[in-house]
């Protein structure tokens, strides 16, 4: 009896171990790499994680780069890998309200938002509203992975970018 309590301790400990480690994929982009981690993290978590690692959240600037994630996402059913919501990228407006920008600073001029977005909600967060861009899994069962601001506290999968990582 003893040694089956040992067994099932130890395979609790293995699954725990296995379940912390972040689980993602790594893809070019026109020579950047952009890495689809899958841990769920709020936008801040999500941002240091990127930036811990040499990168940023993802900046998905000019049509090409984010044809290319976009099509990445859909072509693989990356929307499968996790529930409802979608992927941290980065961009926020929590400086001042509808004037959205890219963590790097680039130029805002290419937008590709989902039908009526960005909507800002204030109901779940009503301090705040949304604040923080994602790729959003919309419709679910053939997700466009158009933008969408969203609560910024709200734990999902992220998209690091790694400027000219790609060998």
């Not at 301790?9 to 689809?36: H, K, P, R």
């Amino acid at each position: 009896m003893q040694g089956t309590s040992y067994r099932y301790y130890l395979l609790a400990l293995v699954a725990l171990y296995i379940s912390s480690q972040a689980y993602s994929v790594e893809i070019c982009v026109e020579g950047d790499t952009f890495e689809i981690v899958f841990e769920k993290r709020g936008w801040d978590g999500a941002k240091a994680s990127c930036e811990s690692k040499g990168g940023q959240l993802a900046v998905l600037a000019t049509k090409s780069v984010n044809l290319g994630v976009r099509s990445y996402l859909r072509d693989n059913d990356i929307g499968s890998q996790f529930g409802q919501g979608g992927l941290w990228i980065g961009f926020e407006d929590k400086k001042d309200e509808n004037q959205y920008r890219w963590i790097d600073d680039t130029p805002w001029e290419y937008t590709n938002w989902q039908d009526n977005q960005p909507n800002n909600n204030y109901r779940k967060d009503s301090c705040h509203g949304q604040d923080c861009g994602q790729l959003w899994k919309y419709p679910r069962k053939k997700p466009g992975f158009k933008w969408d601001d969203d609560y910024c506290f709200r734990l999902k999968p992220y998209i690091c970018q790694y400027k000219n990582a790609c060998v």
